[in-house]
């Protein structure tokens, strides 16, 4: 693979400019950063084949969780506030 120098990336970026216009570049590369970030972010949570949770159902089972929590606090507290001294 030829190595690209300095002469050639001017020229590339002055074909962008031509094509896109000066005005309309940085949203593209704003655009192309988040989906570059977006991807890597994807690859890092893929890799397993599960299934993905949808957001109802992960909230729905995370309070059902906390409010087990909450009555196992609530019955420890009342295990020690009952006990004789």
């Known amino acids: 693979m030829p190595n690209i120098g300095i002469t050639e990336l001017i020229i590339i970026l002055v074909i ?3 094509l896109f216009g ?3 570049l940085p949203q593209l590369a704003k655009g192309m950063g988040k989906s570059i970030r977006e991807f890597k972010k ?7 084949d599960e ?11 995370l309070r059902a969780a906390d ?3 909450l009555r196992e606090d609530e019955l420890a507290s009342d295990k020690y506030a009952n006990k004789p001294r």
Do not use: K, M, Q, Y
Not at 42 to 48: A, M, P
Not at 51 to 61: F, Q, T
């Open 16 to 18: 962008l400019l031509l």
């Open 22 to 24: 000066s005005t309309r």
């Open 42 to 48: 994807g690859i890092g949570e893929g890799g397993d």
């Open 51 to 61: 299934e993905v949770e949808p957001a109802e159902a992960r909230r729905e089972r």
């Open 67 to 69: 409010a087990n929590r």
